[in-house]
T-cell receptor, first 111, second 113 residues
Framework: GNSVTQMEGPVTLSEEAFLTINCTYT??????LFWYVQYPGEGLQLLLK?????DKGSNKGFEATYRKETTSFHLEKGSVQVSDSAVYFC??????????FGQGTRLTINP | DSGVTQTPKHLITATGQRVTLRCSPR?????VYWYQQSLDQGLQFLIQ???????AKGNILERFSAQQFPDLHSELNLSSLELGDSALYFC????????????FGSGTRLTVV
């Protein structure tokens, strides 16, 4: 079945550092890939998505590229801020199938 | 405000009791999903409804049930509650569940004591 594996957290960085959160997936066919973010005390919000190979999703300075050859969708940001502290979830779905989430990565940015 | 409304935001109840969680999807969305988020198990898919009919079922316990009404709001019923049912319960909606991101509500935090 479809599955998503994220790098284990927690991840702690200093402000303005470069961020990478790794995500790899297993799926048949060509799934759509997503990153969601959950700020403390809130629900999940869609951060970015990519629907086909080599697509790059981007939002709020975050980027992720759909790499079919490595079945990966790593999240990157060039310079993180304290306000980026949250839990980040990688996810996939295909067609009308339910969204499948990774286990989440907790990110803490220190000033 | 995401457009998906969940009530109540917090619920504290005793073991053995029954509770109902409510979700109103974003306007125009036909599909509703329920997820359980606990500290040690991440986000677990429970069940999906599309336009009033059950479409997919995940690891939902027999003590749990759900339905989607003609006005498209959905209710998740949890009965014979156990301490281990304490979690955040999220509802999400999408237009038709195809190739798109979901819109999540802010969740209901259930505490069973």
């Amino acid at each position: 079945g479809n599955s998503v594996t994220q790098m284990e957290g927690p991840v702690t960085l200093s402000e303005e550092a470069f961020l990478t959160i790794n995500c790899t997936y297993t799926a048949t066919g060509y799934p759509s890939l997503f990153w969601y973010v959950q700020y403390p005390g809130e629900g999940l919000q869609l951060l970015l998505k990519a629907t086909k190979a080599d697509d790059k999703g981007s939002n709020k300075g975050f980027e992720a590229t759909y790499r079919k050859e490595t079945t990966s969708f790593h999240l990157e940001k060039g310079s993180v801020q304290v306000s980026d502290s949250a839990v980040y979830f990688c996810a996939l779905n295909r067609g009308a199938q339910k969204l499948v989430f990774g286990q989440g990565t907790r990110l803490t940015i220190n000033p | 405000d995401s457009g998906v409304t969940q009530t109540p935001k917090h619920l504290i109840t005793a073991t053995g009791q029954r509770v109902t969680l409510r979700c109103s999807p974003r306007s125009g969305d036909l599909s509703v999903y329920w997820y359980q988020q606990s500290l040690d198990q991440g986000l677990q898919f429970l069940i999906q409804y599309y336009n009033g009919e059950e479409r997919a079922k995940g690891n939902i316990l027999e003590r749990f049930s759900a339905q989607q009404f003609p006005d498209l709001h959905s209710e998740l019923n949890l009965s014979s509650l156990e301490l281990g049912d304490s979690a955040l319960y999220f509802c999400a909606s999408s237009v038709d569940g195809r190739e798109g991101g979901y819109t999540f509500g802010s969740g209901t935090r259930l505490t069973v004591v």
